[in-house]
């Protein structure tokens, strides 16, 4: 069964560290990737998304996310974090060309970001 | 302004009581979803449904029902024989169901039985 994996449930950094957040999936097919974030008290939104193109994923919020195809990977970056990032990060796969729009969701990652 | 609602945003019930969670679009999207949230599990699909008067078992369906008799609200039932109700749950719609189209989320509703 196809399923992602977010290796990092927790993790907590200080105000301007760097971020980098790993998402690996289990699909050998064609994929559709997304990151969607979770701030306190708001609606789970779209951060970023891969369809086609460029494997490098701009964003909003100055985040961006990599796919390597070779590695099922599609880890989430962003070089200067601030404490309005502090949320939970889920990063979700489409197999493309499936019957549904089925999303995938990893576990989740809750990054809390000290000033 | 254009999205999604769900309500009410807390829910307490007794053990043994149906429940039903609405949902509601105004994006005019066919595809609606609902999923259900657990600390440390993300989220798993419930229910979805890709037009009116039709919807499909997700991952989890079992101890829920759902109906879609207009393309704008999927309300969604926990019955009394799901063994683990309480926990988060979010309301979702794409334009379409097949192909790669974003899904807008809800606000969810957090729903507590004791």
């Known amino acids: 069964a196809q399923s992602v994996s977010q290796h990092n449930h927790h993790v907590i950094l200080s105000e301007a560290a760097s971020l980098e957040l790993g998402c690996n999936y289990s699909?050998?097919?064609?994929?559709?990737l997304f990151w969607y974030v979770q701030y306190p008290g708001q609606h789970l939104q779209l951060l970023l998304k891969?369809?086609?193109?460029?494997?490098l994923v701009k964003g909003i919020k100055g985040f961006e996310a990599e796919f390597i195809k070779s590695k099922f990977s599609f880890n989430l970056r962003k070089p200067s974090v601030q404490w309005s990032d502090t949320a939970e990060y889920f990063c979700a796969v489409i197999p493309y060309g499936g019957a549904t729009n089925k999303l995938i969701f990893g576990t989740g990652t809750l990054l809390a970001v000290q000033p | 302004d254009g999205g999604i609602t769900q309500s009410p945003k807390y829910l307490f019930r007794k053990e043994g009581q149906n429940v039903t969670l609405s949902c509601e679009q105004n994006?005019?999207?066919?595809?609606m979803y609902w999923y259900r949230q657990d600390p440390g599990q993300g989220l798993r699909l419930i229910y979805y449904s890709q037009i009116v008067n039709d919807f499909q078992k997700g991952d989890i369906a079992e101890g829920y029902s759902v109906s879609r008799e207009k393309k704008e609200s999927f309300p969604l039932t926990v019955t009394s024989a799901q063994k683990n109700p309480t926990a988060f749950y979010l309301c979702a719609s794409s334009e379409r169901l097949a192909g790669p189209y974003e899904q807008y989320f809800g606000p969810g509703t957090r729903l507590t039985v004791t």
């Open positions: 699909y050998g097919g064609t994929v559709n």
């Open positions: 994006l005019n999207h066919d595809a």
């Open positions: 891969y369809f086609s193109g460029d494997p």
